[in-house]
């Protein structure tokens, strides 16, 4: 299923519109049709070696949703 509206990695200007999924390499799609907007993070944070890096993972996530949902719609 789909999260929604989980500001840790949808950033802090999502909205209960906002729905998305995280995978275990650290790849995440999130949406929100109300802004009609989505991204796509592709990365492989586990190989060669799985660490316990989440936190950091989770803020780079947030950062990239923010700009996102904080670009203009043209």
């Known amino acids: ?3 929604v509206s989980q500001p840790r ?3 802090k200007l999502c909205t209960e519109h ?5 995978g275990f390499t650290g790849c995440v799609v999130v949406a929100d049709r109300e ?4 991204f796509v ?5 586990k190989y060669p070696k799985r660490i316990d890096n989440i ?4 803020e780079v996530r947030s950062k990239i949703a923010d ?8």
Do not use: P, Q, R
Request: net charge positive; aromatic share 12%; charged share 25%.
């Open 41 to 45: 993070l592709l990365s492989n944070c």
């Open 55 to 58: 936190g950091k993972l989770d």
């Open 18 to 22: 906002t729905f998305g999924k995280t």
């Open 9 to 11: 990695y949808m950033g």
């Open 67 to 74: 700009i996102v949902w904080s670009m203009k719609n043209d």
């Open 35 to 38: 802004k009609g907007k989505a």
């Open 1 to 3: 299923g789909w999260d």
